[in-house]
């Protein structure tokens, strides 16, 4: 993606100025936690004084399997355009608000969800014995339950 005329070098100046005391947050994951390429950052070095920074790393969705979740063609990922979620909005039509419940007095379950084009599966969480999980889903997704020391599962499909 092709960078914004003044983010090429610091003698063009930046997006946000620095001023003593301030902090700067931004958030580079969409909703359905892939990468925003619309979120651009960089840093010149200082002049005169100090410059202090810290990382604090959020993560919508298991890191390690290398996969984009579906967005059910809410992003504008390509457009160049940003977006922001207001109120009143309208919810996808095809989403599916699943409660996934844990009905075992003693085992946890762990949801995995998988990918229509990929062979890995994405870890989603551990539900706890007599627990309950929620979180959207659409039609044609794949659900991965597995439970105890041998990894019993079961699959569920969602119509």
Known sequence: MPQ???????EHGLKVQPEIGSVLL????????NSDPNSLHASCPVQDGLKWSANYWVWNKPRDFGIDLPDAD??????GESSEATEGDPVPRN????TF?????EESLFLF????DRQQEAFMGEIRP???????????????FRSGVDQSSTLLYVQ
């Open 95 to 98: 989403n599916v608000n699943a």
């Open 101 to 105: 419940e844990n009905r075992h007095t």
């Open 130 to 144: 007599q627990e309950s999980l929620k979180m959207f889903t659409y039609p044609g997704h794949l659900w991965h």
């Open 4 to 10: 914004p005329e003044d983010m090429h070098s610091c």
């Open 26 to 33: 931004w958030y580079s994951l969409r909703p359905n936690g």
């Open 113 to 116: 969800w998988k990918p229509p």
């Open 74 to 79: 809410y992003d504008d990922e390509y457009s």
